[in-house]
């Protein structure tokens, strides 16, 4: 059973700094390329961030330069580290895995709340 639990969301002020983290089970983690997603309310759900088995990475344009994704291939787990956040980052933040085969993320998580706000 496939199983993504995404954690670390929560309250900051505008300015502040956040790490999510998405521990992954019942997959070959090594095998899937991850990805972070948020859907604000009343929006469709948008990339934040990916990352391939070997560290390549990209960005959304809102994320680059603040936002940091990496992977440890021994602990199974991705992270997302958002620096300068700001009131438009609110969102229900998901981590999402990728077989290197194919070209839809199939196994998502349950979301993990993040809000900015004073």
């Known amino acids: 059973q496939v199983q993504l639990v995404e954690s670390g969301g929560g309250l900051v002020q505008p300015g502040g700094s956040l790490r999510l983290s998405c521990a992954a089970s019942?997959?070959?983690?090594?095998?899937?390329?991850m990805g972070w997603f948020r859907q604000a309310p009343g929006k469709q759900r948008e990339l934040v961030a990916t990352?391939?088995?070997?560290?390549?990475?990209n960005y959304a344009d809102s994320a680059k330069g603040r936002f940091t994704i990496s992977r440890d291939n021994a602990k199974n787990t991705v992270y997302l580290q958002m620096n300068s956040l700001k009131s438009e980052d609110t969102a229900v933040y998901y981590c999402?895995?990728?077989?290197?085969?194919?070209?839809?993320?199939?196994?998502w998580g349950q979301g993990t709340q993040v809000t900015v706000s004073s």
């Open positions: 999402a895995a990728r077989w290197v085969g194919s070209s839809a993320y199939a196994y």
């Open positions: 019942g997959i070959i983690f090594n095998n899937n390329a």
């Open positions: 990352i391939t088995p070997r560290g390549i990475t």
